[in-house]
């Protein structure tokens, strides 16, 4: 069996993946496990309900129908991953070195994030503003049709901020604490939240559970991403003193507790004012600002964002490799010392 934590190469294993990723990216072809994911969720929904809430379930069955769909489908992605490694290690050690570091790989996601990002960069430098409001709309929940090129330079902006924590960030953390299959897990309680945790009629209660779970895990992760992007943004040459003090200011300015953190970040440091009101599916939502920049956003700061986000995930890579080195270091003096 295989070890839960630190398995196959430790710092090695998060060194390939992330270099994987940034060769390879997401190709729209490849069948990626949040596909998966999201077809459990989807086919999951109706089974659950109808287990505990019936015909007519109280809150409390839909939330108890909520945190059972929740749990199985992340139980079922992390034993998936752990033993699609098991089963390879019986091949040896380098198979099984290879399907982590390609589970790992699949874990996270600046590539993507960044190719995304820069669509709407080169529609947004050539002018076009509905090719620009329809590259934003594959990356931001909010209605695009309707805003201005600021606003959807702002979104972008936004987006990759945001995407730091969760989609780079958070995944890289587990991943350096666990193993792929503990990253997998994570991913998979993102998607969760991504599709059933709205505060709406629907989901208010069957999705408790599974928004709740997504806040837990992404805590710290979120805040470790904001003190990397602050780095990032010193070594980038940006203003990492204001990033600072508008973290510091509005780090909360979002209804999620983690959201607004590189957010907040991000603002200070392209000393632009991110945020504000947003329309989704068609009803306004009255947001609180984030920063206090002056100017007009411009497109270059997509890219500086991708700047800040590629930054921060190249120096959680480096102190975790670090990190891991060192303990492995420990522990092998520790049993052989």
Known sequence: MIPLFLPYGGAVLLAAA??????????????????????LVERGEPLF??????????PAAERAAGAALAVSVSAFTFAFF???????????????????????????????????????????????????????????GRDTEA???????????????????????????????????????YKAVNTLDSMIGYKNERYINFGRFAAKLDDGLGWLPARIAACLMIAAAAILRLDAKNALRVYRRDRFNHASPNSAHCEAVCAGALALTLGGDAVYGGVLERKPAIGDGSRLACPADIVRAVHLMYGAAIIFVILASCLLTGLRAALWGALWG
Do not use: N, Q
């Open 147 to 185: 805003l201005s090129m600021e606003k959807v330079i702002k979104a972008a902006v936004e987006s990759v901020a945001e995407s730091l924590a969760d989609g780079v960030i958070a995944p890289l953390f587990y991943l350096s604490l666990g193993g792929p299959a503990l990253a997998m897990l």
């Open 49 to 58: 309900r109808r287990i505990f809430c019936g015909k007519a379930g109280t």
């Open 18 to 39: 992330f270099a994987l990723d940034a060769a390879a990216g997401d190709p729209p072809w490849f069948p990626h496990p949040v596909r998966g994911i999201g077809f």
């Open 82 to 140: 752990y033993a699609a490694i098991a089963l390879a290690l019986r091949f040896g050690r380098l198979p099984a070195f290879a399907v982590s570091v390609f589970a790992a790989y699949l874990a996270i996601s600046p590539r993507c994030l960044r190719d995304e990002a820069v669509t709407v960069y080169r529609k947004a430098a050539a002018g076009d503003l509905a090719g620009a409001r329809k590259a934003v709309s594959r990356i931001v």
